[in-house]
């Protein structure tokens, strides 16, 4: 059971990014998996998340800049992020509940499996 995050970076204000998270294991068929970020010196929050049907969920403050989206014949998560802003940079972490219903919270106690995580920093 593996999640492996990629794609992050630097990046200035106004640019765009994509991260990929690879799953290996029985949770490649997660009821829900999701992106949640930790800022330095902040809580962990929820981002994104989507549930094995592709229906998502987006925290309100994305204001539409980000979209979750997965393959599920590469078995890997994507976070495609644009106009992206310094409060932005946080260290962003693939996550998944293989079960337990398909509502996806946002929640960070909902998932069971986390990726080591992925830095992105943007700057003004």
């Known amino acids: 059971v593996q999640l492996v995050e990629s794609g992050g970076g630097s990046v200035q204000a106004g640019g765009s990014l994509r991260l990929s998270c690879v799953a290996s294991g029985y949770i490649r068929n997660s009821e829900c998996m999701g992106w949640v970020r930790q800022a330095s010196g902040k809580e962990r929050e929820g981002r994104a998340s989507?549930?094995?049907?592709?229906?998502?969920w987006y925290a309100e403050s994305l204001s539409g800049r980000f979209t979750i989206s997965q393959d599920n014949d590469k078995n890997t998560l994507y976070l495609q992020g644009s106009s992206l802003k310094p409060e932005d940079t946080a260290k962003y972490y693939c996550?998944?509940?293989?079960?337990?219903?398909?509502?996806?919270?946002?929640?960070?106690?909902?998932?069971?499996?986390w990726g080591q995580g992925t830095q992105v920093t943007v700057s003004s």
């Open positions: 989507i549930n094995k049907y592709g229906t998502t």
């Open positions: 996550a998944a509940r293989p079960a337990g219903g398909s509502f996806c919270s946002l929640g960070t106690t909902a998932y069971n499996y």
